[in-house]
């Protein structure tokens, strides 16, 4: 079988996967135990919208019993990349990476349309690599917010005028700052706050931890208060904190919509500024760029242009900052906590369950806090559609399992009626789920667990912590 596009030379698909270390799909056995966990299954009710199905087309596609056509090619665009599969796989197929390379050899030899063409453009190759445009964006967008045009098109029948997803869009939009974090703290070291306390509590045979802090793109210029709070526990842990100013984007977005290239450039920058033997660890608050940043390596598969670094001792230092807290809790027991009860529901971001197999520990954490009851949603480990742009190019069906979310956020709240705070540690849920409940007048606040876990910090005599506006 053979493809052939405008301005491409006839290619076997066979001969174009040949390149992409896809030996892997093999493992599956086509057993079925993942479809009950796949979130477009569950929508659609399609064998081809499965992960079992679309393993088949993958396999096809590698075989060379597949043409690179629409029929192939709908079905994994509509995959939500949230890798609930893998979780539930006995077999250890590695669904993401799979998915990921396909629609890299997908991008790079079929034509995209117009839409594609414009958000790819202007939204991942322009705007995400550069951090002064980044801050104009987050200017306007804050600008715009403090109009009220977002609230009057949400909260008046103006929004009954409009169409349904650009009023959605409206509760989309980011908290954004107008500043870059990482421009803020450039290359400072900010020391920890109680330094003596820590080297006494502390277990670590190392008189000082020194962690580097990534900051991304979208998160380095809003939500201020989600790194400015983790900024916080960690100086409140005893670490020395460094936020290097050359970082960018970890190019997520780019490997989950086939862009490799620009995301092996972006590699390349973050690793150039988290120089590994520099620092303890690498700490990420966003789930999924700590899932990407953890798999630079399937970006580089041979030993030339990139293959040659050090990936592995790269990766092994990136860090969920959860995950880094809850490994030191004589340091938790040992700091000053609020005591009142509150009851928290917890939402698990997908790239922290399940791409970065972390779990337990973040939820371990969070209700060993005094007085707080941590309450896992009904359907905690489901994605909540937000899948980086996936709700932008996939706008129905992502509204779709949204509704699922918000339907067992309201479960949970009813049998819960006094929380009034859910928690999830991925900007990307933070915003979709934030959505779902503000498009459904839910009276919940949607906070990144940072942010909660320094609400319940005592902090005493920290003139020199950053103010943080929540
Ligand atoms: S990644 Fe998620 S949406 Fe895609 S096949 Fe797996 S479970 Fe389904
Ligand atoms: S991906 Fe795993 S669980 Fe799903 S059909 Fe294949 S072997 Fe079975």
């Not at 987050?138 to 009220?148: E, F, M, P, Q, V």
């Not at 290359?187 to 990534?214: A, C, N, W, Y």
């Not at 049998?415 to 009034?420: I, L, R």
Request: aromatic share 8%; net charge positive.
């Amino acid at each position: 079988m053979s493809i052939n596009f405008s301005k491409k030379t006839v290619v076997s698909t066979k001969e174009l996967f040949r390149q992409a270390e896809f030996d892997n799909i093999l493992k599956c056995v086509h057993c079925g135990l993942c479809l009950e966990s796949c979130p477009t299954y569950r929508e659609l009710e399609d064998e081809k919208d499965s992960p079992r199905g679309r393993l088949y087309l993958m396999r096809g596609l590698w075989e060379g019993e597949l043409e690179l056509e629409q029929s192939v090619i709908d079905p994994l665009s509509r995959c939500l990349d949230c890798r609930a599969c893998e979780s539930a796989c006995p077999s250890g197929v590695p669904y993401g990476e799979l998915l990921e390379k396909t629609r890299g050899i997908i991008l790079e030899n079929t034509p995209q349309s117009l839409k594609e063409r414009v958000l790819r453009n202007l939204l991942l190759k322009g705007l995400f690599r550069y951090t002064s445009m980044m801050i104009v964006a987050s200017r306007i967008l804050k600008i715009y917010a403090a109009t009220g045009l977002p609230k009057l098109i949400t909260k008046t029948f103006i929004g009954k005028l409009l169409p349904k997803s650009f009023v959605f869009q409206q509760h989309l939009l980011p908290n954004c700052s107008g500043e870059s974090f990482k421009r803020k703290y450039a290359d400072q070291i900010l020391s920890p706050v109680f330094p003596e306390k820590t080297l006494h509590t502390t277990k670590i045979k190392k008189s000082k931890i020194r962690v580097g802090l990534f900051s991304g793109c979208i998160m380095d210029v809003s939500e201020s208060a989600i790194h400015e709070s983790t900024l916080t526990l960690l100086r409140h842990f005893g670490c020395e904190v460094v936020v290097p100013g050359n970082q960018g984007c970890c190019g997520a977005l780019h490997v989950h919509s086939g862009d490799r290239k620009t995301a092996r450039e972006f590699a390349l920058k973050n690793l150039a500024a988290f120089e590994p033997r520099h620092f303890d660890a690498i700490i990420t608050n966003a789930a999924g760029c700590g899932a990407q940043l953890k798999e630079y390596h399937h970006l580089f598969p041979d030993e030339t242009n990139g293959g040659e670094q050090d990936w592995i001792g790269f990766e092994n230092k990136v860090i969920d900052i959860l995950e880094f807290l809850s490994r030191f809790p004589e340091l938790l027991e040992s700091l000053s906590w609020r005591e009142d009860q509150d009851i928290v529901l917890y939402d698990a971001p997908c790239h922290l369950m399940h791409a970065q197999k972390v779990d337990e520990n973040p939820r371990q954490l969070l209700n060993s806090l005094p007085g707080v009851k941590l309450v896992p949603l009904k359907e905690s480990s489901w994605c909540c559609g937000s899948a980086g742009i996936y709700n932008l190019v996939q706008p129905d069906l992502s509204r779709d399992v949204l509704k699922r979310k918000t339907e067992s956020v309201r479960q949970t709240l009813t049998e819960n009626p006094k929380a009034k705070t859910i928690i999830t540690g991925n900007p990307g849920c933070l915003y979709q789920i934030r959505a779902g409940i503000r498009s459904e007048n839910i009276d919940l606040r949607v906070l990144h667990p940072a942010v909660y876990l320094v609400e319940r910090l005592k902090i005493l005599g920290t003139s020199d912590i950053p103010k943080i506006a929540i």
